[in-house]
């Protein structure tokens, strides 16, 4: 199965559509949908940017802030996008001591809204060429769907410890630290991306797993139920299978820095092999359950 084949899925489509015009009709009852020209992906996750931010200002009683948001349903995007290989996205370096939390969650996020600002163009510059990286070794129908909103974090330094997330949310948006080199930053776009995805998947074919049965996780050393489990098994084999075709375009310290994390990847995703069948069959969608095991098996041959 080729990359576009494989992450494009249709069950995610229809529920980008679908989602997409329910956000509008709560916020635009009677109004009519009005496309950004961006394509179904990117409407799909500004519209959930546009959702939280309004739920926040109702709660706030900041009633301009709410008009602004139904007045703009693309959160205002469009004059603000990068250019990309893969289209327009959204770049933003947001005051990470302003990112608000949910009273649900205390991972913090950010919101597009009426301050937001681009990325300086150095940022925006990384940030295009990283797609382009991802793009050349066959991710970038994944990150064209599930890397709409890029919410870059902080500046570290190579072999520093970089964190990123994602929020289910606001599904097509990432948050992630990044380094001065394209090649790093396409690694963790694929691997946040990759749980945009499947977080879709598992939505689009009404996918449920019970806590019940838990499996050895070997990143986070412990034990993890099955969504969590096969979310592992599915981001981080994407980072592999990525990162063996970015080393033959790299050199230096990136390369070793790579090869290095392609070694350990190695090591961690051996230890899933006996669970990760038995974790499949809890996936009751037969395509999608070929999807997970591809991705694995191939990784599990580098």
Known sequence: MDHDALFGFPPITRLHQ???RKIHTILNPGAPLQPSGLGAAADYSLAHHTLEGAESAARSGERDTFDWYTANPHVGAATSFTPTVLGPRVIVTPDL???PRSPISETPYYVLGPGAAPAPVSLRTLAADAFATADATGFGALLAAHAVVVVLL???QLGQTLDSWTITRLP???FLDHVADPAVLGRDLIHEAGHNWLN?????TGSKFGDQVEFHSPWKQSMRPAFGFLHACWAFPLTMIYTARAL???EGDVRRFLAAYLDQQRAQLAATAADHPRALELVSDEDLRERLATVH?????L
């Open 172 to 174: 097509g948006t990432v």
């Open 97 to 99: 001591t302003a990112l």
């Open 18 to 20: 679908d989602r997409t």
């Open 248 to 250: 033959e375009h790299t």
């Open 297 to 301: 098996q191939q990784a599990l041959t």
């Open 154 to 156: 902080r500046t570290k």
């Open 200 to 204: 879709d998947a598992i939505a689009a």
